[in-house]
């Protein structure tokens, strides 16, 4: 039963307390609440620098709970695994961010362990990545304070950061705690990225969000996970189970450059245990890439990593299979809303349309994807 769900873990929320915090503010990021004519309340998030359009309609799709479940209901997602959305805790001082981060775990928790059970499987319909109050001049107390937290809340299976680190980003040596504790508890973090890259490359025509959530997005998680290859994080952590946001961006198509590049580059060439392939083997991806060819794709590079694990040449229809097993179901909820009133969202409808098409995977590997790869990975078991 539990390996036919469809379960969704890239799907995100602005717990109450949260959206407080963000209403309290006037500067980025924060929620901007006006009244219209008609006397409506019309609240705008602008998290992001340049945020176009005097920023995006939020109401409760993005804090109530009970909305979540109806979206889920809509689109027959059985269960969800819900994080923060970004910025998270990234903008506050460090001794807000420390009590806030507990507070939201806290929150977190309730939100999920009050949730429905799942008829005919004695699991919730709603799990968690907790928070970590990754902000510069924490310190590294708090944050395994915080890791011990959130490892001892049941419903709470991993956490979410973003790629920052403590300022210097997810390959600074200081994290390097952080990594042993979070490998220890055994939680999955999923990496999601928020600041993309710089602006200026965008230009000055107005195109709205597409440039910055299409690739500014994922060109942030492809350069963040690369550093953190590049520093040996895989090496030093060999369990440390990563969840790459938007399929791991472009890391994928870029990995054997990558490798290239270390293999001639006197300053990296002898550093790393492996061939910078193999970490690729190592992570789990979501699949929030849209199209059948971008997920096939994505598992061959994934299964192909194998290679450089045994030695082995991994070929045939099995490849495309294994890599599967690495990839899990996501929606990105509730960002990317229809812009014209539809029953259900394009967003989803082609994240599991894509998912159906990809050519190789069979039908265990396609329920794997949607969900019991996830069941697996979070230890979905009641
Ligand atoms: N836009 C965001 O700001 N965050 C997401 O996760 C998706 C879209
Ligand atoms: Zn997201």
Redesign the pocket.
């Known amino acids: 039963m539990a390996s036919k769900l469809l379960v969704d873990i890239?799907t995100?929320v602005y717990l109450p307390r949260y959206a407080s915090l963000l209403r309290s503010r006037t500067s980025v990021p924060f929620i901007r609440s006006s009244t219209s004519r008609d006397g409506k309340l019309d609240e705008r998030l602008l998290?992001?620098d340049h945020e176009p359009s005097g920023g995006?309609p939020v109401g409760p799709q993005y804090w109530d709970r009970d909305e979540k479940l109806q979206f889920m209901d809509k689109h027959g997602i059985d269960v969800s695994v819900v994080s923060t959305?970004?910025p998270w805790l990234d903008f506050l001082p460090a001794s807000q961010a420390s009590t806030l981060a507990k507070e939201l775990n806290e929150d977190l928790e309730q939100y999920c362990s009050d949730s429905p059970i799942l008829p005919n499987a004695p699991i919730k319909r709603l799990y968690g990545f907790g928070l970590l109050p990754l902000v510069p001049e924490i310190t590294t107390k708090s944050l395994l304070d915080t890791v011990e937290q959130i490892s001892k809340l049941p419903h709470l299976r991993g956490l979410i950061i973003g790629t920052q680190g403590v300022g210097k980003g997810l390959d600074d040596e200081a994290l390097d705690p952080v990594w042993t504790a979070i490998e220890a508890a055994g939680l999955v973090v999923f990496i999601?990225?928020?600041y993309g890259v710089d602006n200026k490359a965008w230009g000055d025509k107005d195109n709205g969000?597409v440039l910055p959530?299409a690739l500014g997005?994922p060109f942030e998680t492809t350069i963040a996970t690369t550093r953190l290859i590049l520093s040996g994080v895989l090496d030093r952590f060999p369990s440390l189970r990563l969840l790459l946001?938007h399929s791991g961006g472009a890391l994928p198509q870029l990995s054997s450059r990558l490798a290239s590049c270390i293999d001639h580059d006197p300053v990296v060439a002898s550093r790393l245990k492996h061939d910078a392939r193999y970490y690729l083997g190592k992570l789990y991806l979501d699949a929030v890439a849209y199209g059948p060819e971008e997920l096939g794709f994505a598992s061959d590079v994934i299964a192909r990593s194998g290679r450089y694990q045994t030695g082995a040449s991994v070929t045939g229809p099995a490849v495309r299979s294994l890599g599967s097993q690495r990839m899990l179901f996501g929606t990105?909820h509730p960002?990317?809303p229809p812009l014209n009133s539809t029953e259900k969202w394009k967003s989803v409808v082609e994240n599991l349309d894509a998912i159906d098409a990809v050519q190789g995977w069979t039908q265990t590997d396609r329920d794997g994807v949607r969900g019991g790869n996830a069941v697996a990975l979070f230890n979905l078991v009641g």
């Open positions: 890239h995100h998290i992001l995006r959305a970004n999601h990225p928020h969000h959530l997005f946001a990105d960002f990317f």
